[in-house]
T-cell receptor, first 114, second 115 residues
Framework: EAGVVQSPRYKIIEKKQPVAFWCNPI?????LYWYLQNLGQGPELLIR????????DSQLPKDRFSAERLKGVDSTLKIQPAELGDSAVYLC????????????FGPGTRLTVL | AQSVTQLGSHVSVSEGALVLLRCNYS??????LFWYVQYPNQGLQLLLK??????LVKGINGFEAEFKKSETSFHLTKPSAHMSDAAEYFC?????????????FGRGTSLIVHP
């Protein structure tokens, strides 16, 4: 069974440029998470989807960040425009359902904003 | 609201020694508790989880953790460390029924294993 796939693995951009990250969750997983992980820190939830619906997005900076999960499968996270402070690893995870279900993480996208 | 505190950003042990990584939590409803491991340039992998069944939980790679409600703790242990255990370990809490289901992670503990 394929795991959670993320692309690109690495991205370097200049500030004020747009950037997008893509995530393909494990087949059949209803819940999808996007996390931000700063160096030396634990993951922080940005947004959680249950199927196509965004159910927890209070930590998503909506002035510059947006996300979508079309047809309840793949998801895209976008930043426009990027700022220096956005440099971090962006992790995607999926689980069968919410709560106690195991989250399976992708390898992450490391973003560097110059 | 829920939170997780991992005591010690770094833990150093000798190969073959006991591993003890500490985690304390707070939750307004019965929690789900998790330990994840992260190797460099990789995503997180679940070691074990507590979901209100047995308080002593056994996970992969010889790790186990005990849920102690009175101490609000969920410490991770392994009897004998291997060099391959060197990694970053994260404790996480998620509120179950009646709660938010939003997972909250600790800051992580880096396990260093000396030969």
């Amino acid at each position: 069974e394929a795991g959670v796939v993320q692309s690109p693995r690495y991205k370097i951009i200049e500030k004020k440029q747009p950037v997008a990250f893509w995530c393909n969750p494990i087949s059949g997983h209803n819940t999808l998470y996007w996390y931000l992980q700063n160096l030396g820190q634990g993951p922080e939830l940005l947004i959680r989807y249950e199927n196509e619906e965004a159910v927890d997005d209070s930590q998503l900076p909506k002035d510059r960040f947006s996300a979508e999960r079309l047809k309840g499968v793949d998801s895209t996270l976008k930043i426009q425009p990027a700022e220096l402070g956005d440099s971090a690893v962006y992790l995607c995870a999926s689980s069968l359902d919410r709560g106690a279900d195991t989250q399976y993480f992708g390898p992450g996208t490391r973003l560097t904003v110059l | 609201a829920q939170s997780v505190t991992q005591l010690g950003s770094h833990v150093s042990v000798s190969e073959g020694a006991l591993v003890l990584l500490r985690c304390n939590y707070s939750s307004s409803v019965p929690p789900y508790l998790f330990w994840y491991v992260q190797y460099p340039n990789q995503g997180l992998q679940l070691l074990l989880k507590y979901t209100s069944a047995a308080t002593l939980v056994k996970g992969i790679n010889g790790f186990e953790a005990e849920f102690k409600k009175s101490e609000t703790s969920f410490h991770l242990t392994k009897p004998s460390a291997h060099m391959s255990d060197a990694a970053e370990y994260f404790c996480a809490v998620s509120e179950g029924a009646g709660g938010s289901y939003i997972p909250t992670f600790g800051r992580g503990t880096s396990l260093i294993v000396h030969p």
